[in-house]
Nanobody, 123 residues
Framework: QVQLVESGGGLVQAGGSLRLSCAAS????????MGWFRQAPGKEREFVAA????????YYATSVKGRFTISRDNAKNTGYLQMNSLKPEDTAVYYC????????????????WGQGTQVTVSS
């Protein structure tokens, strides 16, 4: 089992930045792919970014590429999502997730989930 707790969400104006954190506990964090997803009201949960065990490989949704950066610090059992140039359409609950398989980006592929943190971007 892996327990995940997100933090860092909040209210920010368009063009601003936020950094989300995902603290992991339980089994060895560095053996898990970590992903970030988001879900806006009335919409399905969608992929945002993912990072491999070592951090060597990263994957991004087209909508966030160039604005968001995913990273991890395995020594601290923590993952991050740096979000810059935020837009109102980025407003959603953001979730981190973990999965032992590599190269996964679909919500259904991830086994462990945090409770989510709200990000609201005002125009």
């Amino acid at each position: 089992q892996v327990q995940l707790v997100e933090s860092g969400g909040g209210l920010v104006q368009a063009g601003g930045s936020l950094r989300l954190s995902c603290a992991a506990s339980g089994r060895t964090f560095n053996r898990y792919t970590m992903g970030w997803f988001r879900q806006a009201p009335g919409k399905e949960r969608e992929f945002v970014a993912a990072i491999s065990w070592s951090g060597a490989r990263t994957y991004y949704a087209t909508s966030v590429k160039g604005r968001f950066t995913i990273s991890r610090d395995n020594a601290k059992n923590t993952g991050y999502l740096q979000m810059n140039s935020l837009k109102p359409e980025d407003t959603a609950v953001y979730y981190c997730a973990a999965e032992q398989r590599l190269g996964v980006t679909e919500p259904g592929d991830f086994s462990f989930w945090g409770q989510g943190t709200q990000v609201t971007v005002s125009s």
